[in-house]
Every structure is written in C-alpha cells, then in structure tokens.
C-alpha cells in the first residue's frame, strides 16, 4: 500500500485548509487511518484518527471542534478538512493506516499504524 498526503500550502491563522491523502495498492489491507503531525524540532504527534467505514473518528484536545477526518472508500482517499488555523497548526502532517483490522480507533501512536505516507507542510502564519 502506497499513501500520498497532500494539501499543504501556506495559510494565515483563521484559515482554513483541506488535505487529502491518497491509497493505492493492496487497498482491501487499509483498515483505521488516521493522521499526525511533526513540527520541527518536536516529535511525530497524532491528530486524528478513522475507522474504515467512516463513522467513528477520533481527535487530539488539540484540534477538536476545528478539524474534520473523513474518508472516501470508494475513492481510497482521506481528507482532514483543517479550520480556525493557528501559528501552532504549523508542522508536517503525515497520513498513516494500519495493516489489520483493529478493535479499538484510539490509536495514538505512530507504532500502531503500518502504512506511512510522505508528509505534507502546513504552514500558518500569524
């Protein structure tokens, strides 16, 4: 499974952006997704995450009530709609997925996802 992030862009604070993240591959493997961020100089940080029918979502205190996770299964793609953007947001957002079915879409930690997109940047300027 390949997963392509895009969408970053350059964006004053109170703005909003949308990223999507692309499967391709063995996509009948991609089961919760989710996304994460790294800003520089602090480690890989999770955002949000989705289980594979798109119902239930799950998000950091962060980001609640501003972000939006959802995907598009017959398209194989994950959106993050980003909204009320602060300086803070700015960071590399990575998307990621886990290989097998999971019980749980509480998953936090980049040891819990298999796939790994490259990363998309997100700057927010104040």
């Known amino acids: 499974v390949q997963l392509q992030a895009s969408g970053g862009g350059l964006v004053q604070a109170g703005g909003s952006l949308r990223l999507s993240c692309a499967a391709s591959g063995r996509t009948f493997s991609v089961h919760i997704m989710g996304w994460f961020r790294q800003a520089p100089g602090k480690e890989r940080e999770f955002v949000a995450s989705?289980?594979?029918?798109?119902?239930?979502?799950y998000y950091a205190d962060s980001v609640k009530g501003r972000f939006t996770i959802s995907r598009d299964n017959p398209k194989n793609t994950m959106y993050l709609q980003m909204n009320i953007l602060k300086p803070e947001d700015t960071a590399v957002y990575y998307c990621?997925?886990?290989?097998?079915?999971?019980?749980?879409?509480?998953?936090?930690?980049?040891?819990?996802?298999?796939?790994w997109g490259q990363g998309t940047l997100v700057t927010v300027s104040s």
């Open positions: 989705i289980s594979r029918n798109g119902i239930g979502t």
């Open positions: 990621a997925s886990t290989r097998q079915p999971r019980a749980s879409i509480v998953l936090v930690t980049t040891d819990e996802y298999f796939y």
